[in-house]
């Protein structure tokens, strides 16, 4: 079965800092990765997504993730901080088995915080 | 613009009563999902619908119910078995190709 792990449920970076979290993923097939976004009292937002194509993946408000199949990760960066990036982050795989074969399978989640 | 809309955003529900949460989607999608989400424990499947008329319980499916009788909705309903409904609830739609989009949520309060 497929499964994501987010190492740190919270993270805390300063304002104009690198942002690192990381996300690993299990899975014996090419995966489907994504990274979601979730402000406060708000749905998720689609930060990017890795779908086979090119391995380092631009998303939004300038973040990136790299898929290494070496390490079975899906890290995702931006180099800078900024407070409005407070909030959030998921990561998923898209799992392919069975009934669920389409499905999102989530990470707990990284609360990132931004000090100024 | 397509979409997915959830309503009402917040709500408010009697210990013993039943309540609907509506979530209609414009995206011509043919799968949808219920989440919910509690501090601390990320998104928990609730119920999901691959195809019209036909949907499939989630991890967490007891005290829920819901409907697929058109590709736009699927409703969730609380029911009185749900001993802890107090939580943030989330719908998505999805293509299975791309990803999911999400609703905005509802926050259902027990008083």
């Known amino acids: 079965a497929q499964s994501v792990t987010q190492l740190g449920s919270h993270v805390s970076v300063s304002e104009g800092a690198l942002v690192l979290l990381r996300c690993n993923y299990s899975?014996?097939?090419?995966?489907?990765l994504f990274w979601y976004v979730q402000y406060p009292n708000q749905g998720l937002q689609l930060l990017l997504k890795?779908?086979?194509?090119?391995?380092l993946v631009k998303g939004i408000n300038g973040f990136e993730a790299e898929f290494k199949k070496s390490e079975t990760s899906f890290h995702l960066t931006k180099p800078s901080a900024h407070m409005s990036d407070a909030a959030e982050y998921f990561c998923?795989?898209?799992?392919?088995?069975?009934?669920?074969?389409?499905?999102?399978?989530f990470g707990k989640g990284t609360k990132l915080s931004v000090k100024p | 613009d397509g979409g997915i809309t959830q309503s009402p955003k917040y709500l408010f529900r009697k210990e013993g009563q039943n309540v609907t949460l509506s979530c209609e989607q414009n995206?011509?999608?043919?799968?949808m999902y219920w989440y919910r989400q509690d501090p601390g424990q990320g998104l928990r499947l609730i119920y999901y619908?691959?195809?019209?008329?036909?949907?499939q319980k989630g991890d967490i499916a007891e005290g829920y119910s819901v409907s697929r009788e058109k590709k736009e909705s699927f409703p969730l309903t609380v029911t009185s078995a749900q001993k802890n409904p107090t939580a943030f609830y989330l719908c998505?739609?999805?293509?299975?190709?791309?990803?999911?989009?999400f609703g905005s949520g509802t926050r259902l309060t027990v008083v």
């Open positions: 998505a739609s999805s293509d299975n190709r791309v990803g999911y989009t």
């Open positions: 899975s014996s097939v090419p995966p489907y």
């Open positions: 890795y779908t086979s194509a090119a391995t």
């Open positions: 998923a795989v898209r799992d392919y088995y069975g009934g669920s074969q389409g499905n999102l399978i």
């Open positions: 995206l011509n999608h043919d799968a």
């Open positions: 619908s691959q195809i019209v008329n036909d949907f």
